[in-house]
């Protein structure tokens, strides 16, 4: 499945690479984003077009609004199906 | 005279109220040492600072606050790595500080630099770089707040040492509000309601949030006043004491049989702090395959994350168990769950002569009901899982998550520094222990009365086990029978130890660790085969569970 994201994010140390690696290590791929600052010069909206065969898109917007330097985010795609990991592959 | 951003880290650390840091002191870190020393703030110098984030991560886990370990750039910062690790895995809320170089050679390779706000991002709660000295208070207050509230966790503070040595213009104070904590949604509550009173065979299924949240009293009223089975995580171990008659044990790979099949025959799980953990829940699509389930949390991302929610209760888990029924009509189910436990119970009859390690475990508990126990990571912390008995969950620290080897001895010591007096046992492995070893050189240090029991199979039992079972006993690089005398390891660190290898001395050996004082440790020599049961098979559901191979 294909999404996007919009998130409004503080203007701080790392906040950009944090909200990325999040993404990446929650199982979804990037395929394109775009950043840039707000009228206030002290937030950056960030758009992110991701992609995932397997997991909850509602599940990573919970994870990326538990970050203390987003302040909002958002998913603009219709709602999908609950994704749900079925194989315990853990070894 | 104006104070050194040093000083007003060490100012902002006793604002929080430390007592106690866990550290090991460096170049870059130095001028925060050396403001130290002006401070009432006990330090405690770990031998690796490994060590140290271990120790702050059990001081945590006992006292239920923040703790601060803290080490120099570089290795002294990656060293911590692994203890930031656990911390966060089992949410432990954690203040981290380390030194960093200065900020005009951040980024060109310095020496002792490494970039720790990046390793640690995926591993932290939050982290920051502090750039200017006048915004050290204000970071410490908030890495403090950020750590503890909600679902609490580690958070890091790097330190470039021409910050820590600036001289800020002003020194503002900076203080931060505590958040109310949530309350669940009144319609998520009303439908827990229902399912609850229209539920046959509910189970209550308990994990290391209850005790995170403050919660044990809460757990334990609405267990004991709707009588409703309940079986708890690793983590969880404690939340209901474990001699309670509903209580059906640790559900999961290793765990009670009885626990399992409860599950596994539930209409009705509710899961109250827990996370659907792989190690509990075995192949998820198998896991309590009848059941709806109500799932109370503070994390708004953990439901629904692996489990649909039938009804998701967000927010303060003691508000939340407090709404829920109690004067269930489950009496049939009650008595199946009874004899189920009575038909699982451990049995401690095993034949043999050499030390049977459930048994020593389950006999330690007995005679010292008060005991916190601090495991290291194999087979024998799934024995204590499974045979000890505990109250409380702070009784039983464990590196659950993360599963890390070496946990043992320094959250041992975390555990006496946090209660002075109480009595404290590292229960480890002879894999673990030498994780950690150097570590006995604090316990000398500050005289802790810690006492450790190490149960030494000359293997890697864990592995070994997993070899024989799901290698076809190809065994590689397991093989741990040229360790060193461990007695004379501790011994040559200045403590006392004993060593047993017959069933015979193992009262002897519990009665000598609970009545000396200071530390002391017993090495316990056990059969290199013996092997952790029952056993879900990874990848299997709860439901195929392994018993004991006949040899």
Known sequence: ?91 | MSAKGAELVVRALEQQGVEIIFGYPGGAIMPVYDALLNSSIKHILARHEQGAALAADAYARVTGQPAVCMATSGPGATNLVTGIANAFMDSVPLVIITGQVPTVVMGTDAFQEVDVFGITMPIVKHSFIVRRAEDIPKTIALAFQIASEGRPGPVLVDLPKDVTNAVPATTPIYETRRQKRQSPDPEQVEMARELILGAQRPVLYGGGGIPIAGAVDAFRAYAQASGIPVVTTLKGIGSVSTREENFLGMLGMHGNRAANRAIQESDLLICVGARFDDRATGKLDGFAPKASVIHMDADPSEIGKLRFADAGLLGDLAESLAAMPTGLAIAPWQQWCAERKAEHAWRYDAPGDYIYVPHMLRRLTEEAPDVTIACDVGQHQMWVAQHCHFDRPEQHLTSAGLGTMGYGIPAGIGACLARPGARVVTVSGDGSIMMNIQELATIKRYNLDLKILLVDNSSLGMVRQWQQLFHEERYSEVDLSDNPDFVEVARSFGIPAFRITRRDEVEGAIRRLLETEGPLLAHVCIDPKSNVWPLVPPGQSNDVMMEELSA
Request: overall charge neutral; some cysteine; charged content about 20%.
């Open chain 1, 1 to 91: 499945m294909n999404h996007t994201l919009r998130m409004n994010i503080y203007k701080v140390e790392g906040a950009l690479i944090r909200l990325l690696g999040l993404i990446e290590r929650r199982g979804f791929a990037v395929t394109s984003m775009n950043a840039h600052p707000d009228e206030s010069a002290q937030h950056v909206e960030v758009t992110v077009h991701v992609h995932s065969t397997n997991r909850s898109v509602e599940t990573l917007t919970r994870q990326i609004q538990k970050l203390y330097d987003v302040r909002s985010v958002a998913c603009l795609t219709a709602a999908e199906t609950p994704a749900v990991v079925g194989e315990s592959m853990a070894c």
